[in-house]
């Protein structure tokens, strides 16, 4: 097995960076802005309560575009390579990341300041989101032999935002207004789903059992 070293993270960072699946990143993100700034457009001032759903939205629209980042057509092909499956999931993560950190910090400065909601908290759900997507792509990849889990997760992400937004009891509720007396309570939520989702994202990213991958081979 291949050490991973600095000159083999210099090796990969090309051919990894060419497989980004930049269109879906493009149109997630300009969404995303699109939302964000949209308030600017309006002739009377945003309602803090349009600005914070739009911002949700916007997070959302960078999620979908997530989803696709572990996208692979030659999955099976480079299941064979040296480098293990954590340094190439890694190194994609580390490639987007500050991209997403840009963005974001983008977002934000299109709300109107004095409408703008808690930064701190509502990046916390953009994060949530965000990894939550991650995590399920990372799922998809670990349990089955999906190539390109990117449709089905981004499929999937806004039906399980739209319930959690009905169907979770008041006592769970996630989306709720800034002067809500729950938002301090919905965001310890929020830090909870972050963590988890970041845990099954991590756990999900080893490589598949011995078993597993002969069963892959013989295919």
Same mark, same amino acid.
């Given at each position: 097995?291949?050490?991973?070293?600095?000159?083999?993270?210099?090796?990969?960072?090309?051919?990894?960076?060419?497989? @980004?699946?930049?269109? +879906? /990143? %493009?149109? =997630?993100?300009? &969404?995303?802005? #699109? $939302?964000?700034?949209?308030? !600017?457009?309006?002739?009377?001032?945003?309602?803090?309560?349009?600005?914070?759903?739009? @911002?949700?939205?916007? +997070? /959302? %629209?960078? =999620?979908?575009? &997530?989803?696709? #980042? $572990?996208?692979?057509?030659? !999955?099976?092909?480079?299941?064979?390579?040296?480098?293990?499956?954590?340094?190439?999931?890694?190194?994609?993560? +580390? /490639?987007?990341?500050?991209?997403?950190?840009?963005?974001?910090?983008?977002?934000?400065?299109?709300?109107?300041?004095?409408?703008?909601?808690?930064?701190?908290?509502?990046?916390?759900?953009?994060?949530?989101?965000?990894?939550?997507?991650?995590?399920?792509?990372?799922?998809?990849?670990?349990?089955?032999?999906?190539?390109?889990?990117?449709?089905?997760?981004?499929?999937?992400?806004?039906?399980?935002?739209?319930?959690?937004?009905?169907?979770?009891?008041?006592?769970?509720?996630?989306?709720?207004?800034?002067?809500?007396?729950?938002?301090?309570?919905?965001?310890?939520?929020?830090?909870?789903?972050?963590?988890?989702?970041?845990?099954?994202?991590?756990?999900?990213?080893?490589?598949?059992?011995?078993?597993?991958?002969?069963?892959?081979?013989?295919?």
């Amino acid at each position: 097995m291949r050490a991973v070293t600095a000159p083999v993270i210099r090796a990969l960072l090309r051919p990894v960076s060419r497989t @980004l699946p930049r269109r +879906a /990143l %493009a149109a =997630g993100s300009a &969404l995303g802005l #699109l $939302l964000a700034g949209s308030p !600017r457009l309006l002739s009377s001032p945003p309602d803090a309560w349009l600005c914070l759903s739009l @911002l949700r939205a916007a +997070a /959302l %629209a960078f =999620g979908l575009g &997530l989803a696709f #980042l $572990l996208d692979d057509p030659a !999955r099976h092909t480079t299941a064979a390579v040296p480098t293990r499956r954590p340094v190439r999931i890694g190194l994609r993560v +580390a /490639l987007v990341a500050p991209f997403a950190v840009l963005w974001w910090t983008t977002a934000l400065l299109l709300v109107p300041e004095e409408t703008r909601p808690p930064v701190g908290a509502v990046t916390l759900e953009a994060a949530a989101i965000a990894v939550l997507a991650l995590a399920a792509a990372a799922l998809a990849v670990r349990w089955s032999d999906v190539a390109e889990p990117g449709v089905g997760v981004s499929a999937g992400l806004p039906v399980a935002v739209l319930a959690c937004a009905l169907l979770l009891p008041e006592r769970w509720e996630l989306f709720v207004a800034v002067a809500d007396p729950r938002w301090d309570g919905a965001h310890e939520r929020w830090a909870g789903l972050l963590v988890v989702a970041a845990v099954v994202g991590v756990c999900s990213v080893a490589e598949p059992g011995r078993r597993r991958i002969t069963a892959l081979a013989h295919r």
